[in-house]
T-cell receptor, first 114, second 109 residues
């Protein structure tokens, strides 16, 4: 597709459950980013992939969060034992690197933990 | 101190007026600066990029950068109701974007 695709667009889960969020980047983009946006806040960095490897995962809040990109294309953000505080919009972006430009976000996944 | 700070909103302007948005950042090594527009329930959309001191104009939008003062601004001229949104300032260091909390703009018809 032309843009970054994220699925599902909405996810409601019960506290304690496991969830997976998927990001399909723009074809050929080697860099992939996950951000999280809570209500009333700007997006916050979670993790950056260059190719298949996580070059910087310093933004992951704790060890319940994990992300993979096994073939250097699609990425999955995995959250174990979800908590109500994990409720947010999870945004993915991709880009060609190196670059100094801004990047284009996908439409996001709204996660609600009840 | 937050890395990127924006003037608190909300900002209400009449149609046809100029909306002025301000942003300061803390890291002098920041290389690139952006404004994103975010409509309610949507993801942020990149509307302006600026990399060197001075002004950059694109249609009704003008971004201004002053690296010495660590200050970025966005002017929206001839504001339209369709400009009503939250505007996010973002600063790039290497690969990472840091965002402000956003300023919500409402354009009154």
């Amino acid at each position: 597709g032309a843009g970054v695709s994220q699925t599902p667009s909405n996810k409601v889960t019960e506290k304690g459950k496991y969830v997976e969020l998927r990001c399909d980047p723009i074809s050929g983009h080697t860099a992939l980013y996950w951000y999280r946006q809570s209500l009333g806040q700007g997006p916050e960095f979670l993790i950056y992939f260059q190719g298949t490897g996580a070059a910087d995962d310093s933004g992951l809040p704790n060890d319940r969060f994990f992300a993979v990109r096994p073939e250097g294309s699609v990425s999955t953000l995995k959250i174990q034992r979800t908590e109500r505080g994990d409720s947010a919009v999870y945004l993915c972006a991709s880009s060609l690197e190196p670059s100094r430009g801004g990047y284009t976000f996908g439409s996001g996944t709204r996660l609600t933990v009840v | 101190q937050k890395e990127v700070e924006q003037n608190s909103g909300p900002l209400s302007v009449p149609e046809g007026a100029i909306a002025s948005l301000n942003c300061t950042y803390s890291d002098r090594g920041s290389q690139s600066f952006f404004w994103y527009r975010q409509y309610s329930g949507k993801s942020p959309e990149l509307i302006m990029s600026i990399y060197s001191n001075g002004d950059k104009e694109d249609g009704r939008f003008t971004a201004q950068l002053n690296k010495a003062s660590q200050y970025v601004s966005l002017l929206i001229r001839d504001s339209q109701p369709s400009d009503s949104a939250t505007y996010l300032c973002a600063v790039r260091n290497d690969y990472k974007l840091s965002f402000g909390a956003g300023t919500t703009v409402t354009v009154r018809a």
